[in-house]
């Protein structure tokens, strides 16, 4: 019976697949955007140029730090923009005057005039204030004056940065902000590096609107305040050479068949003294130039090896590491801190950072680590369909229990964050619902940053505005989502941007995570497309998700708008293509091959070729000579293929000629004999 029951079952599912029985679903009522009424601002207002022309100057201090002068210069540039009105900038040893924007520390802060809370803004934070005809843009001396002069821009006038290739500048010949303003901001990370798609966060403005101070090197240089460096990488190679192994095998982990193991993926045996000193001088060496990095990177390498020597065994069960999937973090934290004490010994200030990842994951239950390391943690299977806080996944469940046992041992922590599919960035990642409350969650356990591994070379699946969503919740974890869309979406999307909005709500908040068949479904950056965690619709759904991006694509607004519109919908496509449903419907089917085909031209015209990591789409040309489009999108790649076979332009830029295959049977048996 059992035996007859399964054949059925699995005959349904192929009838399914190939698009003989439909899903049905109860058809869901079409959303109707709501009407926006605009909403007057009747606050008095201070006017700052008036038709092109104004009495106010730009006054700076004549002892003004480099980025204080940067400051000033981006105002008065921004305000000549705007409104084609040059404000003179002048220095503090100018007589003052009644009209004045004050940029940054001055001779006119005081008892009698104003004061800046500098103690309290530390590098970042600023304070926006009107006193008199005056306005007063100051914050700490690194970076907090310039990160005022754009929040003043975005806040008052209008301007936005949403990536380096889309700012908004108004053009008024009238300037004019409210006649009392009293701002006061600091960040809640005092480390953001949010950038999802680099190729979109170039520029030092973009970074500084968006208030990026670590990892960029357009804000590096004093000018711009310079960048927060908080190092922590896969490294062992530059402490523990492979050149040493033939000498010193027991200076390397011994893997649990009895082996030592060096090379990429190999890590050290970290009770081991000599290894010890080798990190110390490491540090030291660091330490003693003239100018000290302001951290260095002790991190393991890329691999789950834990050293299975019988003292690092010894050190995982004395910690109660023993058994879990990072046994390693006893033995590093232990190492840390004798590298910390050294460094103590002379004198340094210098940081380590190292991260809780895969040999290391697991906190130790006994030994604390030094204040001097910052724990970068890096839950790479954490789910992205709940908020890590209460999420019931195994994997996130997990996760949260490490996160708890590092924070009782250590004080200073950056996540290190998931934000798309590594090896698929086409598909869609709807995160939004997650993404604020874990923001919270983090900052709440006493983060310090957040770094985000996104490295896509393509703006797939919003990335360009999940990028921008970070930047600003990095600032202030509590602020509110629907403002933060109402800002982003009709710029980038246009006027259909309501219809993406509801995209953004129902993927994230409806579809994504849910349960199915009793079973709660999760996702994490690595999930393919037929993972029910990641998106699961019944044909309803599937029809009201559809009407969603016709909607908004009959509503593209400009070019480039209407662009980016096709570039967000395309990873809607490819999750249809990759499930076979709409239509894509039908393993036979002439209208999925054409709608493959379709596709794939698009994909190529709006020159998002790249599908991950390292690999391109095939091109239309060999897709078109060897069938390929009769596969699904996952496996339209040279990486997936090998170029062995089909040919073209391999990830390292060789040339492989035709390939092996000559037609599409030929193809397969080559894919799978590879």
Not at 33 to 56: H, Q, R, T, V
Not at 346 to 360: E, F, N, P, V
Not at 389 to 410: D, F, H, M, P
């Amino acid at each position: 019976m059992r035996k007859c029951t399964k054949i059925l079952v699995d005959t349904l599912a192929l009838l399914l697949l190939i698009g003989i029985i439909p899903v049905s679903a109860k058809p869901m009522e079409p959303f109707v955007p709501k009407k926006l009424e605009a909403i007057e601002d009747a606050a008095p207002k201070m006017i700052l140029i008036e038709d092109g022309e104004s009495g106010y100057v730009i006054v700076r201090g004549a002892q003004a730090s480099l980025s204080e002068v940067t400051a000033a210069e981006k105002l008065s540039e921004y305000l000549e923009r705007i409104s084609g009105c040059a404000l003179p900038i002048v220095t503090d040893e100018a007589p003052a005057q009644g009209k004045e924007i004050v940029v940054g520390k001055t001779n006119r802060e005081g008892p009698d005039t104003y004061q800046i809370p500098r103690d309290e803004l530390g590098d970042d934070g600023f304070i926006l204030r009107t006193t008199g005809e005056s306005v007063i843009i100051a914050g700490g001396e690194k970076r907090g004056t310039l990160y005022g002069v754009f929040d003043f821009l975005e806040k008052f006038l209008g301007c936005l940065w949403l990536t380096s290739e889309v700012t908004v500048v108004p053009e008024a010949k009238t300037v004019a902000v409210p006649a009392e303003i009293d701002v006061l901001e600091i960040p809640a990370f005092a480390f953001r590096n949010p950038i999802v798609v680099p190729y979109l966060c170039r520029g030092a403005d973009y970074c500084l609107a968006n208030r990026i101070n670590a990892g960029t090197g357009q804000v590096a240089g004093e000018e711009y305040g310079g960048v927060m460096n908080l190092n922590a990488g896969h490294n062992v190679g530059s402490v523990l050479k492979d050149e040493y192994f033939g000498e010193h095998p027991q200076w390397f982990a011994l893997n649990k068949k009895g082996e030592r193991v060096c090379g990429e993926y190999a890590n050290p045996c970290m009770i081991n003294e000599e290894v010890i000193q080798l990190y110390i001088a490491y540090a030291l060496e660091y330490a003693a130039m003239e100018t000290p990095p302001a951290c260095i990177s002790m991190a393991l390498n890329d691999t789950d090896l834990c050293c299975q020597c019988e003292s690092c065994v010894a050190v995982y069960v004395e910690e109660g590491t023993r058994g879990g999937r990072g046994e390693s973090g006893a033995t590093l934290v232990r190492m840390l801190n004798r590298v910390s004490q050294a460094l103590d010994e002379i004198g340094s200030d210098m940081k380590i950072g190292t991260l809780a990842y895969a040999a290391s994951m697991d906190a130790p239950k006994h030994t604390k680590l030094s204040d001097r390391v910052v724990v970068w943690f890096a839950p790479i299977t954490m789910c992205y369909a709940h908020p890590l806080k209460t999420c019931t996944g195994k994997e996130s469940t997990y996760n949260r229990s490490q996160l708890e046992g590092w924070v009782k041992i250590a004080g200073n922590f950056v996540q290190y964050d998931y934000p798309s599919n590594y090896d698929y960035w086409n598909l869609p990642y709807p995160m939004w619902a997650a993404l604020p409350m874990n923001i919270q969650y983090f900052y709440e356990n006493g983060f310090i940053g957040l770094y985000n591994c996104g490295g896509a070379e393509c703006d797939y699946g919003l990335f360009s505005m999940t990028g921008w969503l970070y930047a600003k919740l990095l600032w202030d974890p509590y602020a509110d989502m629907d403002e933060l869309y109402a800002q982003f979406l009709p710029v980038y999307y246009g006027d259909g941007w309501q219809y993406v909005r509801e995209y953004i709500r129902i993927a994230g908040e409806e579809l994504t995570g849910r349960k199915v068949w009793g079973k709660t479904g999760h996702f994490d950056r690595g999930q393919g497309a037929g993972n029910k965690g990641l998106l699961y619709m019944k044909r309803g759904e599937l029809e009201y998700v559809d009407a969603l991006w016709e909607n908004a694509l009959a509503l593209g607004g400009e070019g480039w708008q209407l662009a980016n519109l096709r570039r967000a919908q395309l990873t809607h496509r490819v999750w249809k293509a990759d499930t076979m449903k709409g239509e894509f419907r039908g393993l036979f089917s002439s209208g999925r091959i054409a709608s493959n085909k379709q596709l794939l031209e698009d994909i190529w015209e709006l020159d998002v070729t790249i599908l991950g990591f390292d690999h391109k789409f095939v091109t239309v040309e060999q897709s078109e000579r060897l069938k390929i489009y009769r596969l699904m999108p996952r496996y339209w790649s040279g990486r997936q293929l090998g170029y062995d076979v089909i040919g073209g332009i391999d990830s390292a830029g060789k040339d492989r000629g035709q390939g092996r295959a000559k037609n599409f049977a030929q193809l397969v048996w080559g894919w799978i004999m590879d």
